[in-house]
């Protein structure tokens, strides 16, 4: 199994960017994708999540409204659009899969938030 994110760098407040993952080495359409994001000093958390089917989707509470998950299960690529990019929001962001007690990260991608 495989997840590789993409699409992180330097943003000014207010800002947009969009995230991939792009994955591979599992049945990518029968599974549910998350993304996390780690900031110095603080623990991991979710920020997105999205089921096999795309028929549900998850956001914690610090970025609902603004980001918006979606997947292609052609591409077994998924995606996270970022708006109103603020100061807090930087951190590294995980691409995460998983399945009884299997778990997989991505290697992350770096999202800085700076004027």
């Known amino acids: 199994v495989q997840l590789v994110e993409s699409g992180g760098g330097l943003v000014e407040p207010g800002g947009s960017l969009t995230l991939s993952c792009a994955a591979s080495?599992?049945?990518?359409?029968?599974?549910?994708l998350c993304w996390y994001r780690q900031a110095p000093g603080k623990e991991r958390e979710l920020v997105a999540a999205?089921?096999?089917?795309?028929?549900?989707?998850n956001y914690g509470s610090a970025v609902k409204g603004r980001f918006n998950i979606s997947r292609d299960n052609e591409k077994n690529t998924v995606y996270l659009p970022m708006n109103n990019l603020q100061p807090n929001d930087t951190a590294v962001y995980y691409c995460?899969?998983?399945?009884?007690?299997?778990?997989?990260w991505g290697q992350g991608t770096q999202v800085t938030v700076s004027s």
């Open positions: 995460y899969t998983g399945w009884f007690e299997y778990h997989y």
């Open positions: 080495g599992f049945a990518f359409d029968a599974y549910a």
């Open positions: 999205i089921t096999a089917l795309s028929d549900m989707t």
